[in-house]
């Protein structure tokens, strides 16, 4: 089993749909992090977050720690928010390490 | 922001030869540097994480002497991949923790596309 769960896997969207994506982990954390790969496979850090809720443009992403859970909402979508997103997770057990979630696809329709 | 460079970002080389790929932080330090292989539709897989000044710590079943790394200086490693074979084809991306600052993050390279032929 994964340190870190996300779903859906893939997602497909008509342009201005509300968009969740899913996240869950298993292991203490010091910071769960949201991050976007596009095709060209560059991966951008979007999120940092360890309690609460943040906010940047369209994006809003939560996390309850009790429940050791995230999400991802993207407002009033776009075909350029199409990409994969990952939820990856830093634990202050393993030192560095990082455990990253297989990520979820989504493709916003014009 | 913090920018990570990589390169090169495509290599395509014969079965036998050496490839080498390199991690720059460009406008910060970073004591660590972590490499990740990434197959198609599949999560990052950590490789092994580099230590400015001194050897590198690799993951179970990464092969040290075939993955060679080396990190220079606070803002340079680098990955060899040694007597390269077809199966070594993979997406290649790196990843640097900032020593001061935002230093809970990580900031990536574009990554890297090999195909041994």
Redesign the interface.
């Known amino acids: 089993k ?1 340190e870190v769960e996300q779903s859906p896997q893939n997602l497909t969207a008509q342009e201005g749909e509300f968009i969740t994506i899913n996240c869950s982990y298993s292991v203490g954390i ?2 769960l ?1 949201w ?1 976007q790969q596009h095709p ?6 979007l999120f ?1 977050l360890s309690s609460g809720k943040k906010k940047h443009g369209r994006l809003i992403a939560t996390i309850n720690i009790q429940e050791k859970h995230s999400s991802l909402h993207i407002t009033a979508s776009h075909p350029r928010d199409s990409a994969v997103y ?1 939820c ?1 997770v ?1 634990s202050p057990f393993t030192g ?3 455990y ?4 979820t ?1 989504l493709t916003v329709i014009p | 922001g913090a920018v990570v460079s990589q390169h090169p ?1 495509r290599v395509i080389c014969k079965s036998g030869t050496s490839v080498k790929i390199e991690c720059r932080s460009l406008d910060f330090q970073a004591t ?1 540097m ?1 490499w990740y292989r ?1 197959f198609p ?4 897989m ?1 490789m092994a ?1 580099s230590n400015e000044g001194s050897k590198a710590t690799y993951e179970q079943g990464v092969e040290k002497d075939k993955f060679l790394i080396n990190h220079a200086s606070l803002t340079l490693s680098t990955l060899t991949v040694t007597s390269a074979h077809p199966e070594d084809s993979s ?1 290649y ?1 790196c ?1 640097a ?1 900032p020593i001061r600052g ?1 230093n ?8 890297t ?1 090999l195909s041994v032929l």
Do not use: D, P, Y
Request: no cysteine; charged share 10%; hydrophobic share 40%.
């Open positions: 994964n010091s910071a992090h991050l060209g496979g560059g991966i951008v850090s940092m990952i990856a830093s560095n390490q990082f990253f979630g297989t990520g696809s | 970002s660590t972590f990434q539709k599949q999560s990052l950590l994480t997406f991306i990843a923790k935002e809970e993050k990580l900031f990536f390279g574009s990554g596309q």
